[in-house]
């Protein structure tokens, strides 16, 4: 990934944006070509893996991974128009962009097929989304038999990251003035998660 020095995220920054994201990209190079799933993943720093889940018909477990896979995390993403620049007024030298935090996570895939993993991988990815619920769902609410059921149609999928590249590109490279414009322009476009990621990352 291209990632510029005033775009660079530091440690922190990723294990936040790794343990809040939603669902992800893993991406695996395998003899029948690149094979891509979006699922949700949950981040275990500790560890420093990722753990999520496919259906049992998803070929893609079954496929011998060429190398390391890849997981494409991303955070928000927000279309930025110039007309947001104090610049624009100034000399009119601007141009439309787009900002976006995200992470290119590789690592080495293991495949859980054992109901113990699954059912514990699932209630915590349970309770990582539930969580900001009035009342939560719980694992517990569904009849037991039916959640085995569920669990025997489901393969677990661990990443062991082996690196990581990170880019937050938020408008850092922008004078202050226009980064006030970006942070004004996506508030008035309702988009408050771009705006609190400008103003986060602020220089």
Do not use: C
């Not at 395998?30 to 560890?47: H, N, S």
């Amino acid at each position: 990934m291209y990632v510029p020095a005033h775009f660079a995220a530091d440690d922190a920054s990723v294990d936040d944006l790794l343990t809040r994201h939603g669902a992800a990209d893993l991406i695996t190079a395998t003899p029948e070509g690149l094979v891509a799933t979006m699922l949700p993943f949950v981040y275990d720093a500790g560890q420093r893996t990722l753990q999520g889940h496919v259906a049992r018909n998803n070929p893609q477990w079954q496929l011998p991974v060429l190398g390391e896979a890849l997981v494409i995390v991303r955070g928000s993403d927000s279309y930025i128009s110039p007309s947001w620049y104090a610049s624009k007024a100034e000399h009119g030298r601007v141009v439309p962009t787009w900002n976006y935090l995200t992470a290119h996570v590789y690592g080495t895939v293991t495949v859980h097929d054992d109901p113990a993993w699954l059912d514990a991988l699932v209630r915590r990815l349970t309770d990582k989304h539930e969580a900001h619920r009035p009342r939560p769902w719980s694992v517990d609410d569904a009849p037991e038999k039916y959640v085995s059921g569920q669990l025997r149609a489901i393969v677990g999928i661990e990443i062991a990251i082996t690196r990581i590249e990170a880019k937050f590109k938020l408008s850092q490279n922008r004078p202050a003035a226009d980064i006030d414009g970006v942070i004004n322009g996506l508030k008035d476009s309702g988009d408050d998660d771009g705006a609190e990621a400008v103003q986060r990352f602020r220089p």
